[in-house]
């Protein structure tokens, strides 16, 4: 079954840095891997999916990596916004296959200072 | 992209009660999915819910405790039963995107106080 990891736990930065959070996968035959955002108190929001059969995504300033054989994933934010304030999560489905429920790891709660 | 919307969206209950939540999405979708996320936890995935047939709970959780229905192609419910303090949670359903990319997309989420 995949296990997910996620560092760092929290990060604070200043606004207009760029900024990388990290999430790591046991199981190389990952399907997909994708990136969620949850704002406090509210349900998640899909930010990027990325295919086992691609190494990048890109929507915005959000840039989304996966290296199945290191077992790695990085989502690259760029020019940070205060608005970019929230916790970041990264998931991949529990068996091999696309068609399952995700493990997620225990997310980035990132805080962009104005 | 699929639009999912949960009722209630929150809900403070009694220890011993139970509390059925809905998930309805505005596409017909082949998998949902419910979660649950415990306070300062990410989210668990609690069990699939596939249109006609019984659902499939994940390890620690049982039927007897969430009870499953799926009686269409838009539509679930959840039921927290006989419920603990230790049941307070958000509870979220999801559901599979098109077959092509296996994308998942969640509701708003039933946040869930047991006193």
């Known amino acids: 079954k995949q296990e997910v990891t996620q560092i760092p736990a929290a990060l604070s930065v200043p606004e207009g840095e760029n900024l990388v959070l990290n999430c790591s996968f046991t199981?190389?035959?990952?399907?997909?891997l994708q990136w969620f955002r949850q704002d406090p108190g509210k349900g998640l929001t899909s930010l990027l999916l990325?295919?086992?059969?691609?190494r990048e995504q890109t929507s915005g300033r959000l840039n989304a990596s996966l290296d199945k054989s290191s077992g790695r994933s990085t989502l690259y934010i760029a020019a940070s916004q205060p608005g970019d304030s929230a916790t970041y999560l990264c998931?991949?489905?529990?068996?091999?296959?696309?068609?399952?429920?995700?493990?997620f790891g225990k997310g980035t709660h990132l805080i962009i200072q104005p | 992209s699929a639009v999912i919307s949960q009722k209630p969206s929150r809900d403070i209950c009694q220890r011993g009660t139970s509390l059925t939540i809905q998930c309805q999405v505005d596409s017909q979708v082949t998998m949902m999915f419910w979660y649950r996320q415990q306070p300062g936890q990410s989210l668990t995935l609690i069990a699939t819910a596939n249109q006609g047939s019984e659902a499939t709970y994940e390890s620690g959780f049982v039927i007897d405790k969430f009870p499953i229905s799926r009686p269409n192609l838009t539509f679930s419910t959840l039921t927290v039963s006989n419920m603990s303090p230790e049941d307070s949670s958000i509870y979220l359903c999801?559901?599979?995107?098109?077959?092509?990319?296996?994308?998942?997309?969640f509701g708003p989420g039933t946040r869930l106080t047991v006193t």
């Open positions: 199981d190389s035959a990952i399907y997909n």
């Open positions: 999801s559901v599979l995107g098109a077959t092509s990319s296996y994308e998942q997309y």
């Open positions: 998931a991949g489905p529990n068996s091999g296959g696309g068609a399952d429920g995700l493990t």
């Open positions: 990325i295919q086992s059969s691609q």
